[in-house]
Structures are given as structure tokens and as C-alpha cells.
């Protein structure tokens, strides 16, 4: 019998405020998972400043990589490939990793292999569970995206449904804001939200009742601020208009995930991206999908948030098909299709 | 001693393949400005046209600014990714300087300005009688007016004040009514940064050894992120 060797990927991801670099065997085997987040410089903005995520970028990256091979104990020309991300992001931020890794990859003489973000997050559950049966259907859901994905088979996605404003992520940040109570927002609001009551203040559950797949996300803020506005703030205020915000949103990703995975006779339900990383959000898929009959996954909180490893694994399938990206690849902040 | 130059802190994209004492190869470009396409394949072009492999280089120069920030850093980490993966050390050149270069054995002043937007832009002062640069003032972001009579002022026993880089077309006017006689602008062909140029100061910095480390090398912004500013940490 013929063996097949083993294929390293260093990926590489520098899209928002984290620097991240990572080296997978075969899409499977998690060498090594290095993350330098800038949450702490971009707290004192009350958000993510593009020019200084990039500006941090530059000056991590070699830091990052070298610290990926050490933790692997591999040498450079170890490896197979090199993945980075080249969409969607903050495009300067993006050029970052996208110019180094062209660069790395040009001067090791190895395939340099474009990835998409929003795979890699999908990707991160098939990292750690090796039995997801499909179809599938998939909930990204992000500071930059919230869309309801069916997949077919591995790598396959049809778009069912996203958000027609904000991203569930960027309302979070948005409310804790106005609320006071931090950077970023998913974090803060969670923590608030275990303090809190929720059904105290009584917002609508945006679109819950619409037969598609979209949803909105800016009417569900503005209510949250007006309810605010209105309330004369006593003692556990904040922490109970946190708990009603996270249960409407979380109810209402989770109903209708699970609504689109029932109508498309999907096996699986997947979770993916940073809010993701929201433990009520996990719950509740959990609870729901159970209940249907579905088996939920969700990445463990690492490989939720933006993670290397995601996108080296994700590469492995392009690797495979030898779909290697020319020198002259470019980022782009948006995608034209999934 | 072979030195690969590489520029893209302005609208210019600029690669070039040096030795001790000529210019094997030069490619510039002012047209289509997508340097995070086209970076890599010019460097590949050059090397390859030249029989030049990564591993034939003593050290590979790069402009760390100042410039377009998104410009300074692609090239920067261009290089990066070069120099890591062949251990081929880095040379950091001034972009001001490198311009100031293309009119050395000057009388007259040279003054380089880059477009800093803000109606404002990055100058220096050199003193180019000389075979290599020297700086007299800067390099600072400043009005066009005000660096104008820090000219004038510098300049005071100069037959003329040599204007260069893409900051001076906005601004052309401005330094007409200031230096009047005394102005000069420089050719097209000599108005740009040149990586031959970036060559040939990298030469200098190779033979004083003032190579850099791949990881603490830095851009060479001038100016903060409008972020920060705005918080007030410009003191
Ligand atoms: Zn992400």
C-alpha cells in the first residue's frame, strides 16, 4: 500500500486585530496555533482602528511565524505550503499578511494558497469533529457577518439568508457602546447579560416571524436604546437590558438556524465565527437542535475567534487540488460569493 | 556585493539589482499603482531576467517611508516575507533620502516633498554637493509654506532650491511665489524615487554594516494613525 505523506500548512491571518500564524498536518492535526490579539490597544478606541491593526501587523508578524514553527519544533522548509487569508477584512490589514506570506512563500519556493476568512471559521469545525454528516446547514455569525449557509458536501456553500444591516457582532459592540460597558461588545454584554433579567425591558424579535432567512439587526439596537433612553437607570438596569438583548438575538439566530436546517433536511447544524463564542448562543443551538433531532457543533472557544489554524486547514483541500494563488494575488475586503 | 532594492511608499513602484559599482537591473513604474499585484512579480521579473538567484544576495534594500502608510507597509512586509524565508539581511533607506539621490553633485539645494494629504507634506533638507545626501534638516510633515521658509532659510547661500518627489505638483504654485528664481524642479526622470538610487545608498549601509533585523524593523510613518490624534497623543 502506498503512503501518503503528510502535508504541513502554515496559515496565516492578519484580516481585523488579531496576528495569528499556524501549522496544520493533513487538515487535521493542529501543530502549532499562535494568536497575538490587539484587543487591548483597540479597547482604549472603544473599537478596532484600521491603520493601527495594520500598523501592529507589521510590526508582529515575523514574531508570530517564528513562534509557529518553534512551537511545531519545524524548520521553514518543512513545510508544504503557505495559506493566508486574502478576504473579506480590513483591506490594509489584510495586505499585511497577504504581502509577507507572498514574500515567505516566494523565497522558501513553496505554493502560496489564498483563503477565504469565512471558510476558514466554517473550517474550524471540521478541525475538531471528524464525523459532521452532511448536508449541512451553518450559521456564521461575526463583528462582520451573520448568514445561514447550506453546504451541500465539504467546501460547498449556498448563502440561504444574512443579515440586511448590521452583523449580530457589530450590534453587540454597538449596545455595550451606548450601555458603557466595554470593548468588545460580545464579552461585555455576556458578562452583563449573567447579571441581569432578562424579560425585565421587552425588545421585538426582529424578522423572528418572516418565512426567509434574513435578518436585521439594526431595529433590535435602536430599540435597545430607546428602551434605554426611557428608563430611569436604577441599580441592575444595564445588566438586565443586556440579558433582553442577548436573549432576542440569541432566540432569534437560533430559531431560525434551526427552522433552515429543518425545511433543507440538513444533519448537521454548524456554528461559526465569533459570536459563536457566545456561551447563551451555544446553549440555545444546542438545546434547539436536540430537540429537532440535529447534532449541533461549535468550535472550542480558541478556534472560534480569528485563529491561523482555521485557515491552514481550510487550505488543505486547496492543496490538494493543487489550486495554488499566482504572485500577484490581491486582498479584497469583500466577497463576491462564498 | 549584489543588492535587491525595493520601493512602493509612493504612486511608484520600484525594484532594482545593484552591484558594487553599476545598475544591473531597474524597473519603475508610475502607472498602474496596485502594488500589492504587481510587487512580487516585478521582483521576480528582475531576478530571473537577471540569472539572480535569492540566495546570490549580499542584502535586500526597502524604503520604510515616509509615504503612503498602506505603501511603506506592503513593501516592507514584502521583504520581510523575503528576507525570512532566505536569511538575506535588510537594509532600511529613507525615502526622502533615497530621492535626494537621484541629484547628487548639486550646487543647489534639494528639497524633497511627498504628498502627506491634509494639504500637507514630508520634507527634508539635503545638502547634495556631494557624491551621497546629506541631511540638513527633517525629514517633518509640514504645510507647504512652512517647509517653504525653512528652504529659503537654509538656502540662503544657494543659487537654487531643487524641488522633488509627487508632493510637489499639488503644491507647485505655493513653492513658485515662495522661491521664485530660485526654483528648480527636478526632471521627470529624476522627480521620483528610483530603486537604483535606493541602491546605491544601500551600498554605503552595507559597507558600514548597518544591516537590520527582519523582526524590529520598522515603517518610518512620521505621522500617528488619525485615531490617535484625535486622542490627543501627539505630546
Ligand atoms: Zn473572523
Known sequence: MKTVPDIKILGIESSCDETAAAIVKNGRHILSNVVNSQ???????????????????????????????????????????????????????????LSFAKGFAYALGKPLIAVNHLHGHIYANFLEHDDIEFPAVCLIVSGGHTSILYMSEAGHYEVMGSTIDDAAGEAFDKVARFLGIGYPGGPAIQKAAAEGIAGKFVLPRVFLNRKNFDFSFSGLKTAAMNQWKKNNHENNSVN????????????????????????????????????????????????????????????????????????????YSQYSKGDFAPLNLNAYASLLSL | MLILAVDSTTPVAGVALVDEDKVIAEYFSNYKRVHSENLLPIIDRILTDCNCHLQDLTAIAVTTGPGSFTGIRIGMATVKGLSLGSDIPL?????LDAIACNVVFSNYLACPVLNARKNEVYAALYDVRGAMPELLWGPAAGAPEVIADKALKVAADREGIIMLGDGYFPFRQCFQEKFGDKLAAAPSHLMLPRAASIGTLARQKIRQEKFEDVHSIRPYYIRLSEAEYKLGKEC
Do not use: W
Open chain 1, 39 to 97: 484587543i487591548a490597544i483597540h479597547q482604549e478606541f472603544g473599537g478596532v482602528v484600521p491603520e493601527i491593526a495594520s500598523r501592529k501587523h507589521i510590526e508582529n508578524i515575523t514574531l508570530v511565524v517564528d513562534a509557529a514553527f518553534k512551537e511545531a519544533g519545524l524548520k521553514y522548509e518543512d513545510i508544504d505550503a503557505i495559506a493566508v487569508t486574502n478576504a473579506p477584512g480590513l483591506v490594509g490589514a489584510l495586505l499585511v499578511g
Open chain 1, 240 to 315: 438586565d437590558l443586556a440579558a433582553e438583548f442577548q436573549t432576542a438575538l440569541v432566540e432569534i439566530l437560533s430559531v431560525k438556524t434551526i427552522r433552515a436546517a429543518q425545511e433543507c433536511n440538513a444533519r448537521s447544524v454548524l456554528l461559526a465565527g465569533g459570536v459563536a463564542a457566545n456561551s447563551e448562543l451555544r446553549k440555545m443551538m444546542k438545546f434547539k437542535s436536540e430537540l429537532a433531532g440535529l447534532k449541533v457543533y461549535y468550535p472550542s472557544l480558541k478556534l472560534c475567534t480569528d485563529n491561523a489554524a482555521m485557515i491552514a486547514g481550510t487550505a
Open chain 2, 91 to 95: 537594509i532600511s533607506i529613507s525615502t
